[in-house]
């Protein structure tokens, strides 16, 4: 792990050699600097109240960012420190972080007032305070990371206000929020790389004859159909959350530390809110995993105390509600936050006890645990903690989240300090997006090791049934769990002895745009060898001296991808003996300038990587295999096994087939048709290569009379290669490319093997599929079970089939997935905008026109939206509308790619 000041260095050379471009979105010119800690205040702007109020904001931000620094400072290099100089340097650190959030809260009711205040002036002002914190030169981009929950909050305030001043500055705001992810992932790569309605009717007589033309109507028909071209789809009702039973965990005398918890036990305990949003997303991850949790709640957050002792709830007690009702321990974690190892009398027991009595408030339920602020007690908290029947709890695992402003760093202490303490209680904080984002990377890995999640039973810390622990299935996120991604890329046409191919070095580029843009692979780490680079030294060198002595980690994956001729030759026992070609190899001389397949399978089990993929788009045979089983518990088990798998694209006695759409070959077409999600057959968002083949092996055999074959190599222990499909974000519009005539063509060829269920969604179970095996003979493989994921991930997953199908121009079955993801998330923008753009490339421009406008509701800085409405509007011969959008689109994108387009139709309308 890197030390902080290590990370500010590198952020610090990352921003300056980074001048120009920068990681960081400006609008503005940037302002003249001044001195102070904050560098220049932001500039004034508007009328003199929006003025003053923007003054106040600029020396709020100015005091938020120096806490900032000076909390990353004292907690710098903090291996060097002896254990008395941390537990200080912790100390005075939380002290800091905690009277920031109080300086966050007071700078966002500021700004809340600023943007609600009827002054002319307030926009100009709220704007120089984004021109500060996008463009002022004494600002590291490291720093902006400071403002990000305000700039969430401000971006919450100014989307209250419909004006189109208010919808630009959202806009403005929104991309803002982008650039500080994009830091977040820059900084996050530099530290992995070092730290019946109807009414009865009157007359009975006639009801029969009423309801068989009911019955007609609705073969005509549907109410979900009608609903949704009045721009509503209704969301699935949320089921109620079923009681876990619960098995016997540890428990712990005296104060609970979390050291006397069963081995690979873990107690997730979450400090500082209730907040209004990172609590419930939150307990959303955890519902993923099925995992308890404790969250200690601090008293003003839900409210307060009068002199007579009543409890008045504010908003925060109803986030504490939802939490409670979804199953997760309330606790005491103060009133105020304060050191009350320095407090006693009163002042300390009200510390204590007016929480209780809002927790009460809130769940009469609640539960005794109790967790002093900082740790820090002295014996007269104990001794009034027992006196109001409530028991301390601690932690031995400490994630300081509140003090590291990256998820990556924060997931890498936590799992290095779960791997040495074995069990234990881990502190996080629910007040921070960084949080949000850790938590997944965190309990993915905790599950794939075996670890259970324990929840307090009402009188001690239990481990619910259901909890993922060794040999049991995990509700887990997505993810495949890998660290680094490797490559090799190969494609020959040129070949100087053999016949000439022409599509074998598009197919690699293919391959290679489709590893680097789709599924996140570093660019630097995908070896690629075209034509006359690809000798025989060439290809082995690539292997021995760009992975196995090129840093390959036990947790990597690698893939291999080779585009070219394949050659079988007859041993003299009789057996075959695959060979790749090099573009250096004569005919007569496979044993010395091919490259055997035997060779490939030492090259595999030499590689320490965890997974390793070999793809062979050429025709040969010889090769042996070994299998693994699937497992149930697909993800962990998964995580466990060493992966050594090859597919290819047919026998010794077949051809490959070229001719496929866009210069490739029928076999990689039908590659990267698989790779773009089509091979995602139980619809969970992974791919395994066990998948890959199961699609591509019959479809490919459908096609032509190339027979794939696939199987594990020796040396494999069952694992399997696992792609992670990214989410797809584009909007449609007029600019989305739809494939050619002969792609559409192919792939309904392709797809008419599949197995599809009526309603279009995967199985979550896929069949069995017979492939041929590396021998050539029949084998069944059957794709794992689905792993679990949330509404959220599901829909997402809908969305990027719809867009898969509307770019074959399947608009009926696109609509139905742009409604199901609507159905499973009822504020998702894009897939309102996509459903919009069926409706329209279909020519029915009312329901489109709706659901733009939907669209704009949901995400009201979306240019392309008031594009599309626009269109649909003046299709829908509704000028006025039309224009009205077209210039919202022109005010939002002045230079945008549809903006010469939006104006020549301002000019015709």
Avoid at 195 to 202: H, I, L, T
Wanted: with cysteine; net charge neutral.
């Amino acid at each position: 792990m890197i030390s902080k000041p290590k990370l500010l260095a590198l952020v610090a050379a990352a921003s300056l050699s980074a001048a120009g471009a920068g990681y960081f979105y400006t609008h503005r010119a940037q302002p003249a600097p001044a001195e102070g800690t904050a560098s220049s205040a932001p500039g004034l702007g508007g009328a003199a109240t929006a003025q003053s109020q923007q003054q106040a904001i600029a020396g709020q931000l100015g005091e938020v960012l120096a806490a900032y620094r000076k909390t990353i400072v004292l907690l710098a290099d903090e291996k060097s420190l002896g254990e008395g100089e941390k537990a200080q340097a912790n100390r005075v650190g939380q002290g800091l972080f905690h009277d920031n959030q109080l300086r966050i809260a007071r700078a966002d009711e500021a700004l809340a007032a600023l943007a609600a205040s009827p002054d002319s002036g307030r926009f100009a002002s709220l704007g120089a305070l984004l021109d500060y914190i996008e463009a002022d030169p004494g600002l590291y981009d490291a720093d902006r990371l400071a403002f990000r929950e305000l700039l969430q909050a401000l971006r919450g305030h100014v989307a209250k206000d419909g004006s189109l001043p208010a919808i630009k500055l959202h806009k403005r705001i929104s991309e803002d929020m982008d650039a500080l992810a994009e830091i977040e992932r820059n900084y996050d790569q530099e530290i992995r790389q070092i730290f019946g309605r109807f009414e009865a009717r009157g007359i009975e007589l006639k009801r029969e004859r009423w309801e068989d033309y009911v019955a007609r109507l609705k073969k005509l028909y549907s109410r979900e159909q009608i609903l949704k071209e009045y721009g509503v789809v209704l969301p699935y009702p949320t089921p109620p959350a079923a009681p876990a039973a619960a098995s016997a965990a540890g428990a712990e005398d005296g104060e609970i530390f979390g050291k006397s918890l069963p081995k690979k036990t873990v107690v997730l305990t979450f400090d500082d809110g209730p907040h209004k949003r990172y609590s419930e997303e939150i307990a959303a991850i955890l519902k993923q995993y099925g995992a308890p949790a404790v969250f200690f709640s601090v008293g003003r957050n839900l409210g307060s105390v009068d002199a007579s002792h009543q409890a008045k709830l504010n908003s925060g007690a109803e986030v504490s509600r939802k939490l409670s009702a979804a199953g997760y321990t309330l606790a005491n974690h103060s009133y105020s936050h304060a050191q009350l190892s320095k407090e006693s009398g009163d002042k300390l027991r009200a510390e204590i006890l007016d929480t209780d009595l809002l927790l009460k408030a809130v769940d009469a339920g609640r539960s005794p645990l109790f967790r002093f602020p900082y740790g820090a007690r002295n014996g007269e908290g104990l001794a009034a903690l027992h006196k109001a029947e409530l028991k301390s709890v601690m932690w031995n695992i400490d994630s300081l989240d509140w003090a590291d402003p990256v998820p990556a760093s924060i997931a890498g202490r936590v799992l290095q300090a779960v791997e040495k303490e074995g069990r234990g209680i881990i502190l996080f904080h629910d007040i921070h997006e960084r949080t949000v984002k850790a938590l997944p990377v965190i309990l993915d890995r905790l599950v794939a090791e075996g670890y259970q999640f324990a929840g307090w039973d009402g009188s001690t810390f239990k481990v619910a049934q259901g909890t993922p622990a060794q040999g049991q299935a995990a509700a887990a996120p997505v993810s495949a769990g890998y660290g680094n991604s490797w490559a090799i890329v190969i494609g020959i046409d040129d070949y100087a002895k053999w016949p000439k191919l022409q599509y074998a070095v598009r197919d690699a580029q293919g391959v290679r745009q489709t590893l680097i843009d789709k599924f996140g692979f570093a660019a630097e780490r995908v070896v690629t060898l075209k034509n006359g680079e690809a000798t025989r030294a060439g290809i082995l060198g690539a292997f021995h001296d760009r992975l196995a002595h090129g840093g390959v980690q036990k947790n990597d994956r690698i893939f291999v991808f080779f585009a070219g001729h394949g050659a079988t030759r007859k041993l003299s026992s009789g057996r075959d003996l695959g060979y790749i070609v090099p573009v250096d190899a004569a005919p007569d001389q496979l044993a010395t300038d091919a490259i055997p397949m035997t060779e490939i399978q030492n090259i595999a089990e030499s590689l320490s990587a965890k997974h390793v993929l070999f793809v062979m788009d050429a025709c040969y045979s010889g090769l042996g295999l070994t299998r693994g089983g699937s497992s149930s518990s697909f993800l962990r088990d998964n995580a466990k096994r060493i992966g050594r798998q090859m597919l290819t694209a047919g026998g010794g006695d077949q051809l490959v087939a070229d001719g496929g759409p866009n210069g490739h070959s029928v076999f990689t077409w039908t590659l990267l048709q698989g790779l773009g999600g089509k091979a995602d057959l139980n619809g969970d968002g992974l791919i395994t290569a066990t998948e890959l083949a199961a699609y591509v092996a019959p479809a490919v055999a459908g096609v032509s009379s190339q027979t794939p074959a696939f199987g594990s190599l020796p040396g494999s222990e069952g694992g399997d290669f696992v792609f992670e499909l990214p989410a797809e974000t584009e909007f449609l519009g007029a600019a989305t490319v739809q494939l050619s005539n002969d792609a559409i063509a192919l792939n309904s060829k392709l797809d008419v093997r599949l197995d599809a269920k009526p309603d279009g969604k995967p199985d979550a179970t896929p069949a069995a599929v017979t492939v041929k095996d590396l021998h050539g003979k029949e084998q069944a493989i059957t794709p794992p079970p689905a792993v679990p994921i949330s509404a959220r991930q599901l829909a997402q997953r809908a969305n990027d089939r719809g867009l898969q199908l509307y770019k074959e121009k399947q608009y009926a079955a696109a609509e139905a997935q742009f409604t199901e993801a609507l159905k499973l998330r009822a504020d998702f923008a894009l897939a309102a905008n996509n459903l919009g753009f069926v409706f329209y490339k279909q020519e029915r421009y009312p329901e489109a026109a709706r659901w733009f406008e939907n669209t704009i509701k949901m995400d009201p800085s979306r240019a392309i939206a008031y594009l599309n409405l626009g269109d649909a509007t003046a299709r829908a011969r509704d000028a006025k509308r039309a224009q009205g959008a077209y210039k919202t689109y022109l005010e939002l994108a002045p230079n945008g790619s549809g903006a010469a387009y939006a104006r020549q139709q301002l000019e015709k309308l």
